[in-house]
């Protein structure tokens, strides 16, 4: 109504409005675009957040402090830096095993397009990502972290030059003064790509989606309250068991269509449109493959 006295309350809600709808109802779209991508892009980032708080609140409590003094979150005094970067160390290491559990399921790796009470057994031609290869690392990574760091990296090779040539170039030797540093490799065999996937999905749900509970908790605090809810006993509502999961489904869809989705148009999908059109556009449809082949 825009009525004099009220503007600032109105445009209030109207803002808390907008930030509720993008905080559901846009995220609800982009889990749902990732379910019928393959319950694995659905699984495997929640399963993953849910580490990363479960393992955050152990480290903080074990090593909460011991370490590093300063406080990490102003507003939420319980957090720690030890906490934050246990949590993030611990879902890297979730992350690179369960992928590979999770890629030997074809309930989890096969898309579907289909919603049913009753689901069948689902059988599909494998993403490539979901077979185990032989993968090797580009050394431009390595370069850009210390040496001695990279070393400690299991399977990790330095190659050297011999005598400065950068065409000889060999495994290096300790102390052998003709050898050179050129890069490192490192290769990987019987590795699923998706869990390389998985590493960059970890980091994420590790270093930024940990922001969204941020988010929540400065919401609760503004408001003088202590939970969203008290559904769960003790541990608040829905919404404070997700709040984290706030960031999570967008950043998967937006890494699966970025680098996984090798293509815009399947067959599945083809089919799914086909079905969609009227008797007519169905007889022309046919009628232009034919001629076509």
């Given at each position: 109504t825009m009525q004099t006295g009220h503007i600032k309350f109105q445009l209030n809600q109207l803002c808390w409005t907008?930030?509720?709808?993008?905080?559901?109802?846009?995220?609800?779209?982009?889990?749902?675009?990732?379910?019928?991508?393959?319950l694995f892009w659905f699984a495997l980032p929640i399963l993953l957040v849910v580490t990363n708080d479960i393992m955050a609140y152990f480290s903080g409590m074990t090593c909460g402090r011991k370490f590093i003094h300063r406080p990490f979150i102003t507003f939420s005094p319980n957090k720690t830096w030890e906490g934050f970067i246990g949590g993030g160390i611990c879902t890297m290491f979730t992350g690179w095993y369960l992928s590979r559990f999770l890629a030997q399921f074809t309930w989890m790796t096969c898309p579907t397009n289909q919603f049913t009470f009753y689901p069948e057994p689902l059988e599909c031609e494998l993403d490539p990502i979901f077979h185990q290869s032989y993968n090797i690392f580009p050394p431009q990574i390595f370069e850009l972290l210390p040496h001695a760091l990279v070393r400690m990296i299991p399977r990790i090779v330095e190659v050297c030059a011999v005598d400065g040539d950068t065409d000889h170039l060999t495994a290096c030797v300790s102390g052998e003064v003709s050898h050179t540093h050129h890069h490192f490799e490192l290769i990987m065999k019987d590795v699923y790509p998706v869990q390389i996937h998985a590493l960059a999905l970890a980091l994420f749900a590790s270093l930024v989606a940990p922001f969204g509970g941020f988010l929540a908790s400065a919401i609760k605090r503004a408001y003088g309250i202590k939970d969203f809810d008290s559904i769960i006993p003790g541990h608040g509502g829905v919404m404070d068991r997700t709040d984290c999961q706030f960031l999570m489904a967008l950043c998967t869809w937006v890494h699966y269509n970025t680098f996984v989705k090798m293509a815009t148009v399947s067959v599945p999908k083809m089919i799914y449109m086909y079905k969609m059109l009227s008797q007519s556009e169905q007889m022309e449809f046919l009628e232009k493959i034919k001629n076509l082949s």
């Open positions: 907008i930030v509720v709808l993008m905080l559901t109802v846009g995220q609800i779209k982009y889990i749902m675009h990732n379910v019928y991508n393959g």
